[in-house]
């Protein structure tokens, strides 16, 4: 085993071999059970990944696993849904239940304490993350040709100056 290998991780504490009956002037004497901090650097070879805030079960262990997941399984049934209309010829109805699915994401991400496999990132980068693209798909499909529901005039000059 290298010398790298048997480092304590970054953060980790290792403890420290008992002091030799001869200690240096003004350090208290180390004795076997007495920790001391390991290195602040990155370790060369990583053992273990930290989960996401709010990254466990969103029901309790003895619960089925769909039911454990009820969050994701609830966005991604919404994005299901949604491309299933989208495919039965209803574009605008369809990519607004995904933009919609999202933005509930984003919700239940903020009011929920654990989530389970919806929680990918920190908090706040998943909220941001599925509301500003549910935000997006929602108002490009309400956007869409033919017979816009919303007209937002200067993204038209946008559209017809960079289309010219």
């Known amino acids: 085993m ?3 290998a048997s480092e304590p991780a970054a953060g980790e504490q290792r403890q420290e071999p008992p002091a030799s009956p001869a200690s240096p002037a003004g350090q208290p004497p180390a004795g076997p059970g007495r920790f001391i901090r390991g290195s602040r650097r990155f370790p060369l070879i990583t053992r273990d990944t930290a989960r996401p805030e709010g990254g466990g079960r969103a029901a309790p262990g003895a619960a089925p696993a ?5 969050p994701l399984l609830t966005v991604m049934g919404g994005v299901g849904l949604g491309l299933l209309i989208v495919a039965l010829d209803a574009f605008r109805a ?14 239940l991400r903020w009011a929920l304490p654990e989530v389970g496999m919806l929680a990918v990132r920190s908090r ?14 929602v108002l490009l499909s309400l956007m869409a ?17 960079t289309v010219r």
């Open 2 to 4: 290298t010398a790298e």
């Open 94 to 107: 369809g990519t607004v239940l995904i933009g919609l699915s999202l933005l509930a994401g984003a919700f």
């Open 145 to 161: 040709q033919p017979d816009p529901w919303v007209s937002i005039p200067f993204l038209d000059d946008v559209v017809h100056f």
């Open 124 to 137: 706040f980068t998943d909220m941001l993350t599925y509301g500003l693209l549910g935000a997006a798909i």
């Open 66 to 70: 769909p039911a454990r997941q009820w």
